[in-house]
């Protein structure tokens, strides 16, 4: 089972409202259906979801240069919890498409590996 860990969410900042989401899927029950292998595994990798998570981006944004650098900055350094620098994407400089993409891109993943979405799959 993976460690739990405390929301680090602040009023009104959608990027912490969606830090949040993942610390729920990280500490949430996955099922045998979810692309994290579930209850076959002894727990969810957070750093593989994590990875694979930036991958897609990096491909998805390889093009936005204010994402694809912000995305490449924490693939080469993966230091501190994935939470916090999500939550710290909200004070990144991003143009105003670029924040809203990211953070559709983000609510779409966190939203299923949340649990909140019909379709629960990690990534």
Not at 33 to 46: L, T
Not at 100 to 110: G, H, I, S, V
Request: net charge negative; glycine share 8%.
């Amino acid at each position: 089972m993976a460690a739990l860990r405390a929301p680090v969410s602040s009023p009104g900042d959608d990027f912490s409202a969606l830090a949040d989401l993942w610390i729920v899927g990280v500490n949430a029950p996955h099922d045998l259906g979810c692309a994290c292998g579930g209850m076959a595994m002894p727990s969810i990798a957070a750093s593989d979801i994590e990875r694979d998570f930036l991958s897609y981006l990096a491909h998805k944004h390889r093009a936005t240069a204010d994402i694809a650098g912000l995305i490449e900055a924490r693939m080469q350094n993966p230091s501190g919890p994935f939470e916090r620098w999500i939550a710290g994407l909200g004070g990144a400089k991003l143009s105003s498409e670029s924040r809203e993409n990211l953070l559709k891109d983000f609510r779409t993943f966190l939203d299923s590996f949340s649990g909140r979405s019909r379709f629960a799959v990690c990534y």
